[in-house]
């Protein structure tokens, strides 16, 4: 007699829209989000994960359930999957940031929506599917422990579609309630730690010699950063993560963290303007520090990808030629700029709703690239031209070149990072070019 063949799950991340920075950018990362939900689900499934950005989907699956984590952008393509499978008699669930913050628009789109983290809430709707008994919310009350959360599924992954498949999470939670920024939104202030041990053992069994680890900010428990960086020293690996600009007074720190092999730090500078700033929730960030902050992390070999926001309230035209004089004087070996995206749930987006300022809710220009309010300081189109100007001068050559003076510590994180990042600006720039003379 055979055995009875177990329920299949088909997880899936959706692609990046094609007219989006993103969706031109070859490195990729793995949804450890995912990973994560795929790891606590019970052995009497059978699990498989697609990420569309690498491979396609197999619209005919014969699986039983389809899962998705939805990011904003990504939520035309996840609802256009989900109606598809639905129409092919599928269960479809969501969850993720976005569907958290638009439950009523995801659901008709899927069968149950999973608000806030999913870990707990995950167990209690496959219990209720085995059942046949689902509902159409499952709401996770508060914020999940981490202490049970085992190793991620890292075996689903097809590891060459990806520049390293180590990513990890120790943290959750950012003391910062930044205006613009969806962590606190969604994972709260509160700080929350998985188990030291449990995290080292994983790390260590990690195949990858660059280890990114995503925890928002590293250093949002001092005293457990440092046992942390304790725990990892004499690992055979490099690592980076975030961490405020702050961590540049803090000497001890940094050289526990270069002693354990961190090479690159991703710093939230966002914006060269106080009042900005003090807008932002982010009066930490002191402009007249910045360079001897940055300089004192750099020299112990850490690099800085340096985050950044334009379109601020307090922004006018001149912010371009700020941000890359500041950038290129500062040496930064890698640098994101954005611009200011009002994601549905954060404290930007009520203002700029409450002012009147939001022009569009096509989920697919929430990209980060695109401008989708009324800034203050100058009109949409100058918002947006600027800031592809900006872009395509920082990813210059002569940009790239003047800032590799630092690239020789991290030559194999950030020379790729600062190449993939010219080629994907130089495809997107060359796509806008064709849609405005098609």
Request: with cysteine; glycine share 6%.
């Amino acid at each position: 007699m055979s055995k009875p063949t177990k329920p299949r799950i088909l997880f899936i991340f959706p692609r990046w829209p094609n007219r989006t920075l993103w969706g031109h950018f070859k490195y990729k990362f793995p949804a450890l989000g995912l990973l994560t939900i795929a790891a606590i689900t019970p052995p009497e499934y059978d699990i498989e994960l697609v990420d569309e950005n690498c491979e396609p989907v197999p619209m005919d699956s014969d699986a039983d359930i389809i899962a998705f984590s939805v990011m904003t952008p990504l939520a035309h393509r996840a609802y256009a999957l989900g109606d598809h499978f639905r129409a092919r008699g599928k269960t479809v669930v969501m969850g993720g940031v976005h569907v958290s913050c638009e439950p009523e628009e995801a659901l008709g789109h899927c069968d149950s929506v999973i608000i806030g983290e999913g870990e707990t809430a995950w167990l209690a709707w496959l219990e209720d599917y085995a059942a046949g008994t689902l509902k159409k919310r499952y709401c996770t009350e508060g914020f999940s422990t981490l202490e049970a959360i085992p190793p991620a599924r890292r075996d689903l992954l097809k590891k060459k579609n990806y520049i390293t498949s180590g990513t990890i999470q120790l943290t959750r939670g950012c003391p910062h309630d930044c205006e613009y920024c969806t962590v606190t939104a969604f994972f709260g202030r509160r700080f929350r730690m998985r188990p030291l041990e449990a995290f080292v053992r994983e790390y260590q069994q990690l195949e990858d010699r660059f280890i990114f680890i995503v925890d928002d900010n590293i250093m949002s428990n001092r005293k457990a950063a440092m046992e942390l960086f304790a725990s990892l020293r004499g690992t055979p690996k490099w690592w980076g993560s975030q961490a405020p600009i702050t961590v540049g007074d803090d000497d001890e720190a940094l050289r526990a963290m270069a002693a354990c092999g961190c090479k690159s730090l991703f710093i939230g500078f966002e914006s060269l303007d106080p009042d900005n700033l003090a807008k932002m929730g982010k009066k930490f960030v002191e402009v007249d520090k910045n360079i001897e902050r940055i300089q004192r992390i750099q020299s112990h070999g850490i690099g800085i990808q340096g985050s950044f926001i334009v379109g601020y309230d307090f922004d006018t035209p001149a912010v371009f030629d700020q941000m890359y004089t500041f950038i290129d004087q500062a040496r930064l070996e890698a640098f994101l700029v954005s611009v200011l995206t009002p994601f549905p749930g954060i404290r930007v987006t009520k203002r700029l709703e409450a002012e009147g300022r939001i022009l569009t809710r096509d989920w697919s220009k929430y990209d980060m690239n695109t401008v989708v309010y009324r800034p203050v300081g100058f009109t949409p189109d100058e918002l947006q031209e600027g800031y592809y100007a900006l872009n395509k001068a920082l990813y210059s050559l002569r940009s790239i070149v003047r800032r590799s003076v630092n690239f020789k510590k991290n030559m194999a994180i950030f020379v790729p990072q600062n190449m993939g990042f010219r080629a994907a600006w130089k495809s997107l720039l060359r796509e806008k070019q064709r849609d405005e003379r098609a």
